[in-house]
């Protein structure tokens, strides 16, 4: 009789056991799995508030940026629009198309940002009349002889002596022959300065003194 | 009983493999976010020392006014000085 009541009671016991031991276990997984987590969120969170410190400080220091740029491209723009107004009126449309194209290859295409038309304008070839030293004095402000001569004649430039061009930006000395250059001395027998010939010219070496 | 019994197996051989796999690929992917977050924050503190410079963009607004103020009269005198076209 005690048996077979034990019988029942131990299967129900052993059922327990195992079913706790399940719970138990999945418990234990619950817990170690969650806790790691946890530990990896601790890491993000951290991460996150250096990450958020240093956005704000891009924030604060990127703030007076655009203010800035915009203050700067103004002030541009307006050395820009009084440096093309100026060209334009002093050089006229054409040569300062034909200048800026001179010096910037292909820029004549864009044209002046205040003067629409000049995109239109034919650009005289001054780059090929003037030496490229020429343009860039011109450029750094020395007076050079721009739009002298006529863009649609013959090039002033020599492509032989180019150096011709960069010589008369220099005082006048000889490159346009003066009358009034200084004569160089005339000898002959029919200078206006004679001078009494030696007697020895012609005559034997003496003998030095020291030989006999 | 028997439905005791095969609970508890399907609770062993179900139910746990199954919590063990979810919980494994929520710690796997919060470990893979840490280098990321680190690496973020590394790049902005670099990008917050890099702007440190843009104070300097003060002193270059002083620049170009004064620049462009210089440009301004060296035009007036020139715009004197040469004929007009």
């Given at each position: 009789m005690m048996g077979g009541a034990m019988a029942p009671v131990l299967a129900f016991a052993a059922a327990d056991a195992v079913?706790?031991?399940?719970?138990?276990?999945?418990?234990?997984?619950?817990?170690y799995y969650l806790v790691s987590v946890i530990a990896q969120l601790r890491k993000i969170t951290a991460g996150l508030d250096e990450t958020i410190a240093s956005v704000g400080e891009i924030v604060q220091k990127s703030a007076p940026v655009n203010d800035v740029v915009t203050t700067i491209n103004q002030q541009l723009d307006a050395g820009v629009d009084l440096l093309e107004g100026l060209l334009v009126k002093k050089a006229g449309m054409s040569d300062a198309v034909g200048l800026v194209d001179g010096m910037y290859a292909g820029a004549a295409a864009a044209g002046f940002r205040n003067f629409p038309e000049s995109s239109t304008v034919k650009a005289p070839r001054i780059g090929?009349?003037?030496?490229?030293?020429?343009?860039t004095l011109a450029r750094l402000g020395r007076e050079a002889p721009i739009a002298s001569g006529n863009p649609a004649g013959p090039a002033l430039r020599d492509v032989e002596g180019g150096s011709l061009a960069a010589r008369l930006l220099y005082p006048e000395i000889r490159q346009t022959m003066?009358?009034?250059l200084a004569r160089s001395p005339v000898i002959g027998t029919d200078a206006?300065?004679?001078?009494?010939?030696?007697?020895?010219?012609?005559k034997p070496r003496k003998r030095l003194p020291g030989r006999v | 009983m028997i439905l005791w019994w095969i609970g508890n197996l399907v609770l062993l051989a179900v139910?746990?493999?199954v919590v063990v796999y979810l919980l494994r690929g929520v710690l796997e992917t919060a470990?893979?976010?840490?280098?990321?977050?680190?690496?973020?924050a590394?790049?902005?503190?670099?990008g917050s020392k890099d702007l440190d410079a843009a104070a300097l963009l003060l002193t270059t607004q002083d620049?170009?006014?004064?620049?462009?103020?210089?440009v301004a009269n060296y035009g007036g005198s020139l715009d004197v000085i040469l004929d007009d076209a």
């Open positions: 079913t706790i031991l399940a719970v138990g276990l999945i418990v234990v997984a619950l817990v090929e009349v003037y030496t490229k030293g020429t343009l003066p009358t009034s206006p300065v004679q001078y009494e010939q030696r007697d020895d010219i012609g | 139910v746990l493999p470990t893979s976010i840490v280098p990321s977050v680190q690496e973020i590394k790049a902005a503190a670099a620049q170009v006014t004064k620049t462009v103020a210089g």
